[in-house]
């Protein structure tokens, strides 16, 4: 039965999410950051490594499943720190694009080697394997709870019929 916390998955998830925020916000303060500011900064530096390019608010908030607002405050003390800037999209006025400064990509790079620490200590003594098995595990359960029909109310029959106590049943057996 998963009525222990202790066996369920989800749990553990959020534990290892806790462990690993709680690390970066220790470190990330030492250069006087807090980790909901790293985590922008992360976001700007892996767009702009991989396609040269900044990023919108929207993408960002997105991206960290944020509301507007909530990304908007990060955005703002980075900004008044000099780490990011804001533009208008060329093509979109309703768009704003927030940029690295020459401050914020060595910051970023910075913040970049805090995580990967954090990431090589969280995994110590674990082989790639083990590792990529992880990551593809997390991967799936993400999927398939992104999966829009993943839970679909029963009808009154189907209710009847189910002996818990959940009035939604998954698809994933099906």
Known sequence: MLSDPQKILAYWCNKAAQAFRSQLDKEAS??????????????????????????????????????????????????EAGYVERSIHPDDRRVKIISLTDKGRMTASEVMKISQAIH???????????????????????????????????????QKENTSNSSYETKAND
Do not use: M, W
Not at 48 to 54: A, F, H, N, V
């Open 120 to 158: 090589a200590r969280a995994t110590k003594g674990f082989s790639e394997d083990r590792i990529a098995a992880a990551v593809a595990v997390l991967r799936d359960i993400i999927t398939n709870l992104d999966r829009a029909d993943l839970l679909l109310p029963c009808d009154e029959n189907q």
């Open 30 to 79: 030492l250069i006087g950051l807090k980790s909901a500011e790293a985590f922008v900064l992360l976001i700007l530096y892996g767009k702009l490594e991989i396609t040269g390019e900044s990023s919108s608010l929207v993408e960002i908030a997105k991206h960290l499943e944020h509301t507007h607002p909530s990304v908007l405050r990060q955005i703002d003390s980075l900004e």
